[in-house]
């Protein structure tokens, strides 16, 4: 039996739940990216660095959001969101299409 101190306030849990789609993606871009390297080649067989940067951002939002780590400053907490993380799969795929 634990002892509790009168007029202490009492901690609540800190709730981060797991967000599945968001790991989701982040796994399957990693693990893609590690069987078949190749995709992040562009046309000419060079690096398509504007389709990497959209990729491994989505894939870092994609993890920090998916494991329920909630950044503390604003930017860093807009940088590794759920949208963010569509955003940047978007900008890859306009990037790769174009």
Do not use: E
């Not at 871009?29 to 995709?39: N, W």
């Not at 494991?67 to 940047?88: M, N, Y």
């Amino acid at each position: 039996m634990s002892a509790r101190v009168l007029g202490a306030p009492v901690a609540k849990p800190a709730t981060s739940p797991l967000r599945p789609l968001s790991l989701a993606v982040a796994l399957v871009i990693m693990l893609g990216g590690s069987v078949y390297p190749f995709m992040f080649a562009g046309r000419g067989g060079g690096v398509d660095h504007g389709f990497a940067l959209g990729v491994f951002w989505a894939m870092s939002a994609g993890l920090v959001n998916g494991v329920g780590f909630k950044p503390q400053f604003v930017v860093w907490r807009w940088l590794f969101s759920g949208w963010a993380c569509l955003g940047a799969l978007l900008l890859a795929l306009g990037l790769r299409l174009a």
